[in-house]
Structures are given as structure tokens and as C-alpha cells.
């Protein structure tokens, strides 16, 4: 059946439906352009039609945008030639837009065309809010709940369908910088008050059935195909216009450090594409476009920030049971973790008891959802009833009698194993037979923590990341004897709270501070060897790293660091690899620099606890090297921290799927997101040149960057781990 469908009544007004039948929200394929073609051209070419609408068969929303499996798939589909396939096809697509904005009316007077309007019943992202901007008037229903917005720099791209050419046209660059350059998404009145979207009502339908029926030749014709129209606040050309781009250049590159390819392409194609008429500019526009979809960069965010991330939320690797819901869940710890994980929970509708040892401290844990609310009232974002509502979810209390009922248990208590086991014993005494047991830890082994449950198949670790409401990532830690059934309800749970899980075998750090600690050690190795510390930190956030690593040890804490440290060469014995990094963060915890908590680590910081220089005291203590390391080098050797380490999970079996590995890294660390993750990095640039690269730091630095097996053989065999991933499941 056709995604567009079309009607005429008996006003004249072809009301031509969206309405993809088997998705809960509209998104763009291939065949649904031709669709949409079809309506518009039978639409204009039909005397008794006076003018069209066009609108969504969804209750509450527009369209999700464009269907990101058929970009990823663009390339592919585009012959030997992909970048002239990819531009003749933007340029199709281009061609059906300009179709419906001008209407059939008269090239040279400007009149004679039909008016087109768009009725959103509620969200509009991508090319959900592309198609309505080709439209002559834009109205929306009044839904709170709805976001209206171009968010594909977030993954990646950039609006690549006359949106970025239309939006800045329409509200000058500056204007529309947050919603190009920063995906920002509003609500429909906001929206309208930036200048999105024309109106916000009742009924957007009638609406815009109505507006079709009175409107002039005037007010269908857009500013830009207007004689005498000039950008608003100015041109490249206009003195106002040149500061503007000036600033918006800045701007792009301070923030992107120039990683990614997208935000830097979408201002050239408005900058080059403000000097010419606008069909010229969406050729402008379309190039870029293609210029970006041709970089790796792209297809790797696409691919993880999008296509693998969702089937991972749906389940990818769920086991084959049947579904396990939480309706009542138990927290043991009401801590930090413990009233994040309540709050989440209670957010989702889920039933929650939060069990501290005192009264009070439970009491807190409750306060903490409390104040969360409190900040969403404050911004309207949040009515009074739903604060009341989630917190009438959360029971506090020192009572493990509470428990009953529960069908699963979150335990974050104290990382101590004796602590945890007693939890486990007591707890399991009150729930029932089939309650789910998973403790929250970032380090313990889940194997040996399982030791103290009567279950163990039903016993798994689930890791969140702090703080909770804000962290995406939650990882889901299999022990020896963990079923089927646990790995399902975490995986139900996780999906329940609106987060993204991966799971991993259990093992020493498990997956994401396997990786992560490396990284912040190499860091404070470097620190210790005379490498100036701006230059480690600069070179990390060049490469597209969030923090460097001594920023990221100051928030973590420095006394967490050497708390780790402590067990790991308590556990590891004489293999412990780490005494050069030791030395460093000793002697910080020593010094009482505890990291940000104490306002004082390897940055300085003012009484606001506001971030401020790198403190001279490192250097001081640890004389930089008058021979500095290229930047280069420094840069591999914090990448090649993390991805070895990623690659040795997966040959090892703790990572059992590179999706979860990619996905993971970038919501959980923040892996340089530009490249898709470690296994997507390793793709684009080669395996050859990763295990050359690793000889060299192997050579230099030791047999930390010794390659692995793996590796070796895929750059020995040519093979790559997305060509091997898609060979399997073809």
C-alpha cells in the first residue's frame, strides 16, 4: 500500500494522508518520494483541485524524518560512480520539494499556482519538518509533547533536502544556527515563536483546509523566490552578514575541533549558498551533502548512532523468552546510584521501594527525585501532578519486608564483596522465587558476587553510569550461571527506563572501564614521562575525545582512581602494569587533590567549583621535557588505549557483538562519536596501519600496544570488522 495517499472533497482541497503502515511514526523511504511525486503532480495537474494539504494519518505526529537505513544503504545503491548517483538523487529530491513550493504557478509572474499547506498533527524532525518548509503555510496541533526540529547533525549529517537552504533563507543564519548547527528541538509554540512553524491550533486540518481556500498568489510565493529579497541579519556581503558567518565559523570549529565533517559542511553550504538565487543554492546544498555522505565519518555515526543503537533498544540480542517486564522494582542503597536508578524508574512508571539503613538516608534518596522535579517545574517541563505522581511511585524505608512483591532487585550498596553478599542473603529471603537479583557495580567479578545467591541463573549485574538520569549507556554483565531469563528482565528494565544497553561476559572492569581506564592511565603515564599536560589534553579532544584524560580523572574523583588501583594490584599481584601511573595519583591524593568534589586536581578551580587552568603543581613535581612527542603520536597512544582494549574484549568473548562494543564506547565514555566507535575507527582507517601503528607504540612504549591476535590476522586476511559483521549475517 502507498505511504501517500490522496482525496479530494468537495471545496476542491486534495488532502494527500502520510501514513506508513506498518511504523508507529512516519519516516521517508525511497518508494514514499514517488509516492508523494504522484500526489503532487496528480494534485497540480487536476483542474478541480484549488489547492492541497498535505498532513499525517499518525494521531500525534508528522514524520520521525528519513528512514537512516536507506542513507546508509545510498552509497551502495549508487552505482560505480556513488557520488554522481548520490547527487542525482538529492537532486530528484529536490526537484519533487521545489515542486510542491512552487506550486505550477508562473515561472516569471508568479502566479496561477495552487496553495500548498502542511497540518501537523504533532512532531516533525528531518524530513518531517523539510517537506512542511517546501509548503506555503505551516500549522501545528497544540501538543505539548511534540518536537519540531532538524536534529541530523546529531548523527552524523546535516538537513541534506533544502532544509538547510530553506531554514536559513527563512530566518537568517543566525537565527537558524541552534536548530542546523545544534539539532535543537522545541515544542510547537516555541517553534512557532522562532519562526518554524507559522501557527499553533486546535485543529490543524481544518486549519489549513480553510488557508488553502482564501489564499492569494501573494501569499504563496516564497521570500527567496521574491524580487528585491535579501537574507535577514545580512548576506556573506552585508558588513552584519560577514560577522555573522565570522562568529558561526568560530563557533562550528571551537566546538567540533574539526572532527566532524557535517557541522563544517553545512555552514559552507550556507555561506556559498546565500551568494547565488536559490536553485543554485540547493545544488550548493546537495553537494555538500553528498560530499558528507561520502565520508567514513558519516557512515560510521549513522551505523551506530542510529541503525545499531535502535536494534540494540528493540532487543537485538535478547534471549528468546517471553516478556519480562518490571513492574515493581527494589533498590538497596539509596546513595547517589541507588536514588538515580529510583528516579528513573519511577519516571517509567515502574513501582519502586528505596531501602537505605537509616530512615533518613532513604528519605534523601527519595529528596534527590524530589529535586530533579522541582528543576523541571521550574522550567515548565514539568506540571505539579506528574511530580507527585512519580514521587507517589517511590516508597522510602528500612524495611526489606517492603520487598515482597518485587520482580527484580537493583542492589547499590557499598562496593564490597562481603557487604553485597549479606545484601544478597537477606533480600533473597523476602522476595519471591522468581525475583531477578542485579548488582550495580563497575568492578567486581559478577561470577564471584553470584556465590552468595541461592539462584545464580538469576542473579546479573547491571552497571549504570553516573549520573543516571542524564547517562544513555547501561551495561548488562552475564555472569557463569547467569539464564536467560535475568539477561531478558535487565534487558526489558533498561529498555523500560528509555536507556540503551549492551551486554557483555563477565571480566575484570567488565567492558567500558576496561577500556576507559587505559585512557585516563596513559594520560597520567604521559604526565610522569615530562609530556606537557595541555598538549596530552589538547591532542585528546582534537581527535574528537569529549574530556581529556586528566579532566576525566578530576570528575571521576582522583581517590576513586586510587581506590581501583589498589584492588587491581591486590588481584593481579606481580602482573600489575600500572606503577608508573600509581606514583602520579598517589602523590595527588596525598596533596589532598581529590579531583572537582575537592576543588583541586589536576585542574584549578574557583570557590564556584568552576573548571579553571591546569594547576602548575604537576609540573613542578614532574619537569616537562624540553623534547616533546608529536602530536600524533599522542594521539594514537590515547586511541590505541581504548581500542586495543576493545578488541581484546571482543577476541576474549567478553563483548560478543562490535554493535554493542561501538555503541557502548560512545554512550558510555564518549569515544570520539565522529568515528563510530572503536571497531568503526578501526575500519575506516585500515587494519594495515593499525598494526603498524601498534609495532611502533609496541616499540616505544611497551606491551601495553602489543597487537592483537586478531587484528593481526584481520590486516593479514584484508578483512574488516563491519565487512566480516555483514558477511556473517548475509
Given at each position: 500500500m502507498a505511504?501517500?495517499?490522496?482525496?479530494t472533497?468537495?471545496?476542491?482541497?486534495?488532502?494527500?494522508t502520510?501514513?506508513?503502515k506498518?511504523?508507529?511514526?512516519?519516516v521517508?523511504?525511497?518508494e514514499?518520494?514517488?509516492d508523494?511525486?504522484?500526489?503532487?503532480?496528480?494534485a497540480?495537474?487536476?483542474?478541480a483541485?484549488?489547492g492541497?494539504?498535505?498532513?499525517?494519518g499518525?494521531?500525534?505526529?508528522?514524520?520521525g524524518?528519513?528512514?537512516?537505513?536507506?542513507?546508509?544503504k545510498?552509497k551502495?545503491?549508487?552505482?560505480?560512480?556513488?557520488e554522481?548517483?548520490?547527487?542525482?538523487?538529492?537532486?530528484?529530491s529536490?526537484?519533487?520539494?521545489?515542486?510542491i513550493?512552487?506550486?505550477?504557478?508562473d515561472?516569471?509572474?508568479l502566479?496561477g499556482?495552487?496553495?500548498v499547506?502542511?497540518?501537523?498533527p504533532?512532531?516533525a524532525?528531518?524530513?518531517?519538518?523539510?517537506?512542511?518548509?517546501?509548503?506555503?503555510?505551516?500549522?501545528?496541533?497544540?501538543n505539548?509533547?511534540?518536537?519540531?526540529g532538524?536534529?541530523?547533525?546529531?548523527?552524523?549529517?546535516?538537513?541534506?533536502?533544502?532544509?538547510?537552504t530553506r531554514l536559513a533563507r527563512?530566518?537568517g543564519?543566525?537565527?537558524?544556527?541552534?536548530f542546523?548547527?545544534e539539532?535543537?528541538?522545541?515544542d510547537p509554540?516555541?517553534?512557532?515563536?522562532a519562526?518554524?512553524i507559522?501557527?499553533?491550533v486546535?485543529?490543524?486540518l481544518?486549519a489549513?483546509?480553510a488557508?488553502?481556500?482564501?489564499?492569494t498568489?501573494?501569499?504563496?510565493?516564497?521570500?527567496?523566490?521574491?524580487?528585491?529579497?535579501?537574507?535577514?541579519?545580512?548576506?556573506?556581503?552585508?558588513p552584519?552578514g560577514?560577522?555573522t558567518?565570522?562568529?558561526a565559523s568560530?563557533?562550528?570549529?571551537?566546538?567540533?575541533?574539526?572532527?566532524?565533517?557535517?557541522?563544517k559542511a553545512?555552514?559552507?553550504?550556507?555561506y556559498?549558498?546565500?551568494l547565488?538565487p536559490?536553485?543554485?543554492?540547493l545544488?550548493?546544498?546537495?553537494?555538500w551533502?553528498t560530499?558528507v555522505?561520502?565520508?567514513?565519518s558519516?557512515?560510521?555515526?549513522i551505523?551506530?548512532l542510529f541503525?545499531?543503537?535502535?536494534?540494540?533498544?528493540?532487543?537485538?540480542?535478547r534471549?528468546d523468552?517471553?516478556?519480562?517486564?518490571v513492574?515493581?522494582?527494589?533498590?538497596?542503597g539509596?546513595g547517589?546510584?541507588?536514588a538515580?536508578i529510583?528516579y528513573?524508574?519511577?519516571q517509567?512508571?515502574?513501582?519502586?521501594?528505596?531501602?537505605?539503613?537509616?530512615?533518613a538516608a532513604?528519605?534523601k534518596?527519595?529528596?534527590y527525585?524530589?529535586?530533579?522535579?522541582d528543576?523541571?517545574?521550574s522550567?515548565?517541563?514539568?506540571?505539579a501532578?506528574k511530580?507527585?505522581?512519580?514521587?507517589?511511585?517511590?516508597?522510602a524505608?528500612?524495611?526489606?519486608d517492603?520487598?515482597k512483591?518485587?520482580d527484580?532487585?537493583?542492589?547499590?550498596v557499598?562496593?564490597d564483596?562481603?557487604v553485597?553478599?549479606e545484601?544478597?542473603?537477606?533480600v533473597?529471603a523476602v522476595v519471591?522465587?522468581?525475583?531477578i537479583f542485579?548488582t550495580?557495580?563497575?568492578t567486581l567479578?559478577?561470577t564471584?558476587l553470584?556465590?552468595?545467591?541461592?539462584?545464580?541463573e538469576q542473579f546479573i549485574?547491571?552497571h549504570?553510569?553516573?549520573?543516571?538520569?542524564?547517562?544513555?549507556?547501561v551495561e548488562?554483565?552475564k555472569g557463569?550461571?547467569?539464564?536467560?531469563?535475568a539477561?531478558?528482565?535487565a534487558l526489558?528494565?533498561v529498555?523500560?527506563i528509555r536507556?540503551?544497553?549492551?551486554?557483555v561476559n563477565?571480566?575484570?572492569?567488565?567492558y567500558?572501564?576496561?577500556?576507559?581506564?587505559?585512557?585516563?592511565n596513559?594520560?597520567?603515564?604521559?604526565v610522569?614521562e615530562?609530556?606537557?599536560?595541555a598538549?596530552i589534553?589538547n591532542?585528546?579532544k582534537?581527535?574528537?575525545?569529549p574530556l581529556?584524560?586528566l579532566?576525566?580523572?578530576?570528575e571521576?574523583s582522583i581517590?576513586?582512581?586510587?581506590k581501583?588501583?589498589?584492588?587491581?594490584?591486590?588481584?593481579?599481584?606481580?602482573?600489575?602494569?600500572?606503577?608508573?601511573?600509581?606514583?602520579?595519583l598517589?602523590?595527588?591524593?596525598d596533596?589532598?587533590?581529590l579531583?572537582?568534589?575537592s576543588?583541586a586536581g589536576?585542574y584549578?578551580?574557583?570557590?564556584?567549583g568552576k573548571?579553571q587552568l591546569?594547576?602548575?603543581?604537576?609540573?613542578?613535581?614532574?619537569?616537562?621535557?624540553?623534547d616533546?612527542?608529536?602530536l600524533?603520536?599522542v594521539?594514537?597512544r590515547?586511541?590505541?588505549a581504548?581500542v586495543?582494549?576493545?578488541?581484546?574484549?571482543?577476541?576474549?568473548?567478553?563483548l560478543?557483538d562490535?554493535?554493542?562494543?561501538?555503541?557502548?564506547?560512545?554512550?558510555g565514555w564518549?569515544?570520539?562519536p565522529?568515528?563510530?566507535?572503536?571497531?568503526?575507527?578501526l575500519?575506516?582507517?585500515?587494519?594495515d596501519?593499525?598494526?603498524?601503528t601498534?609495532?611502533?607504540?609496541?616499540?616505544?612504549?611497551?606491551?601495553?600496544f602489543?597487537?592483537?591476535?586478531?587484528?593481526?590476522?584481520?590486516?593479514?586476511d584484508?578483512?574488516s570488522?563491519?565487512?566480516?559483521?555483514a558477511a556473517k549475517a548475509?
Amino acid at each position: 500500500m502507498a505511504d501517500f495517499t490522496m482525496q479530494t472533497d468537495a471545496d476542491g482541497v486534495a488532502t494527500i494522508t502520510w501514513d506508513v503502515k506498518d511504523k508507529s511514526m512516519n519516516v521517508l523511504s525511497l518508494e514514499g518520494w514517488d509516492d508523494l511525486d504522484a500526489c503532487v503532480t496528480q494534485a497540480l495537474g487536476d483542474d478541480a483541485v484549488k489547492g492541497i494539504v498535505i498532513t499525517s494519518g499518525k494521531a500525534d505526529s508528522f514524520a520521525g524524518g528519513m528512514d537512516l537505513n536507506v542513507i546508509a544503504k545510498m552509497k551502495a545503491s549508487a552505482g560505480d560512480e556513488p557520488e554522481n548517483g548520490l547527487f542525482e538523487g538529492l537532486m530528484r529530491s529536490h526537484g519533487i520539494l521545489r515542486k510542491i513550493e512552487r506550486a505550477g504557478m508562473d515561472p516569471k509572474k508568479l502566479t496561477g499556482g495552487k496553495p500548498v499547506a502542511c497540518a501537523l498533527p504533532g512532531t516533525a524532525l528531518g524530513i518531517g519538518l523539510e517537506i512542511p518548509l517546501a509548503c506555503h503555510r505551516i500549522f501545528c496541533a497544540d501538543n505539548p509533547k511534540a518536537k519540531i526540529g532538524l536534529p541530523e547533525i546529531m548523527v552524523g549529517i546535516f538537513p541534506g533536502m533544502g532544509g538547510t537552504t530553506r531554514l536559513a533563507r527563512k530566518m537568517g543564519a543566525m537565527a537558524a544556527s541552534p536548530f542546523l548547527l545544534e539539532g535543537k528541538l522545541s515544542d510547537p509554540k516555541k517553534a512557532a515563536a522562532a519562526g518554524l512553524i507559522d501557527e499553533v491550533v486546535e485543529d490543524p486540518l481544518a486549519a489549513a483546509k480553510a488557508w488553502v481556500l482564501q489564499a492569494t498568489d501573494k501569499d504563496i510565493v516564497k521570500p527567496w523566490d521574491a524580487k528585491g529579497y535579501k537574507m535577514p541579519g545580512g548576506a556573506p556581503y552585508h558588513p552584519a552578514g560577514f560577522m555573522t558567518f565570522v562568529g558561526a565559523s568560530a563557533m562550528v570549529n571551537g566546538k567540533t575541533q574539526g572532527v566532524y565533517p557535517a557541522a563544517k559542511a553545512l555552514l559552507s553550504a550556507v555561506y556559498e549558498g546565500a551568494l547565488v538565487p536559490f536553485d543554485t543554492a540547493l545544488k550548493i546544498e546537495a553537494r555538500w551533502f553528498t560530499h558528507v555522505l561520502m565520508n567514513p565519518s558519516s557512515e560510521a555515526m549513522i551505523r551506530s548512532l542510529f541503525i545499531n543503537k535502535e536494534a540494540l533498544e528493540k532487543g537485538a540480542n535478547r534471549p528468546d523468552v517471553p516478556d519480562q517486564k518490571v513492574s515493581k522494582v527494589g533498590i538497596l542503597g539509596a546513595g547517589m546510584m541507588g536514588a538515580g536508578i529510583a528516579y528513573v524508574s519511577a519516571q517509567a512508571g515502574i513501582e519502586v521501594v528505596l531501602i537505605d539503613r537509616e530512615q533518613a538516608a532513604a528519605d534523601k534518596g527519595k529528596a534527590y527525585s524530589e529535586g530533579i522535579l522541582d528543576k523541571g517545574m521550574s522550567r515548565k517541563k514539568v506540571t505539579a501532578e506528574k511530580k507527585d505522581e512519580v514521587l507517589g511511585r517511590i516508597t522510602a524505608t528500612t524495611d526489606l519486608d517492603a520487598l515482597k512483591g518485587c520482580d527484580l532487585i537493583v542492589e547499590a550498596v557499598f562496593e564490597d564483596v562481603g557487604v553485597k553478599a549479606e545484601m544478597t542473603k537477606k533480600v533473597e529471603a523476602v522476595v519471591g522465587p522468581d525475583c531477578i537479583f542485579a548488582t550495580n557495580t563497575s568492578t567486581l567479578p559478577i561470577t564471584e558476587l553470584a556465590k552468595a545467591s541461592e539462584r545464580p541463573e538469576q542473579f546479573i549485574g547491571i552497571h549504570f553510569f553516573s549520573p543516571v538520569d542524564k547517562m544513555l549507556l547501561v551495561e548488562i554483565i552475564k555472569g557463569a550461571k547467569t539464564g536467560d531469563v535475568a539477561v531478558a528482565k535487565a534487558l526489558d528494565f533498561v529498555r523500560q527506563i528509555r536507556k540503551t544497553p549492551i551486554v557483555v561476559n563477565d571480566a575484570r572492569f567488565f567492558y567500558a572501564n576496561r577500556c576507559i581506564i587505559p585512557y585516563i592511565n596513559e594520560g597520567i603515564r604521559m604526565v610522569k614521562e615530562g609530556v606537557e599536560p595541555a598538549l596530552i589534553e589538547n591532542a585528546a579532544k582534537l581527535v574528537g575525545m569529549p574530556l581529556g584524560p586528566l579532566q576525566l580523572v578530576d570528575e571521576t574523583s582522583i581517590d576513586l582512581g586510587v581506590k581501583i588501583a589498589k584492588a587491581t594490584k591486590a588481584a593481579m599481584g606481580d602482573a600489575y602494569p600500572d606503577e608508573a601511573v600509581d606514583e602520579v595519583l598517589f602523590w595527588m591524593a596525598d596533596e589532598g587533590r581529590l579531583g572537582r568534589k575537592s576543588n583541586a586536581g589536576f585542574y584549578e578551580y574557583d570557590e564556584k567549583g568552576k573548571r579553571q587552568l591546569l594547576w602548575d603543581g604537576i609540573s613542578q613535581r614532574y619537569a616537562v621535557s624540553d623534547d616533546q612527542p608529536d602530536l600524533h603520536e599522542v594521539q594514537n597512544r590515547l586511541l590505541f588505549a581504548q581500542v586495543l582494549e576493545a578488541v581484546r574484549a571482543l577476541e576474549e568473548g567478553v563483548l560478543e557483538d562490535i554493535r554493542e562494543g561501538d555503541v557502548g564506547a560512545i554512550l558510555g565514555w564518549g569515544f570520539a562519536p565522529w568515528s563510530g566507535g572503536p571497531f568503526s575507527w578501526l575500519d575506516i582507517v585500515g587494519a594495515d596501519w593499525a598494526v603498524e601503528t601498534t609495532e611502533a607504540l609496541t616499540a616505544a612504549h611497551g606491551a601495553r600496544f602489543e597487537t592483537p591476535k586478531m587484528l593481526r590476522d584481520m590486516a593479514a586476511d584484508g578483512r574488516s570488522f563491519y565487512g566480516e559483521a555483514a558477511a556473517k549475517a548475509a
